[in-house]
């Protein structure tokens, strides 16, 4: 079990940035991996971006050159620099955090992120 509190959604207008950030307040487990996912109405969870220990990152094709995901060690922070902000990145954008070898199952509850002018 692994408590995850979300912070940095807001309003923003296309072109414009935000910085999504990520603690961890409790876990059961050593912290392997962190992750962001984002869900858009009526459509499903998908991954953003993810960190594993080591700070080796993947982007889903749709943020790459834009977003940036960074990690803080030891408290296991997680952050998303989102720049040059489309409305199709219009979501509600989780934290996930999962130990080696396991899924990304546990989830914040997230923070939202409109994008529009």
């Known amino acids: 079990q692994v408590e995850l509190v979300e912070s940095g959604g807001g309003l923003v207008q296309p072109g414009g940035s935000l910085r999504l950030a990520c603690t961890v307040s409790?876990?059961?487990?050593?912290?392997?991996?962190m992750a962001w996912f984002r869900q858009a109405p009526g459509k499903q969870r998908e991954l953003v971006a993810k960190?594993?220990?080591?700070?080796?990152?993947t982007y889903a094709d749709s943020v790459k050159g834009r977003f940036i995901i960074s990690r803080e060690y030891p408290n296991d922070s997680v952050y998303l620099q989102m720049n040059d902000l489309k409305p199709e990145d219009t979501a509600i954008y989780y934290c996930?955090?999962?130990?080696?070898?396991?899924?990304?199952?546990?989830w914040g509850l997230g923070t939202q992120v409109t994008v529009s002018s």
């Open positions: 996930s955090a999962r130990g080696y070898g396991q899924e990304y199952d546990s």
């Open positions: 409790k876990s059961t487990f050593s912290i392997y991996g």
């Open positions: 960190i594993n220990m080591g700070n080796t990152r």
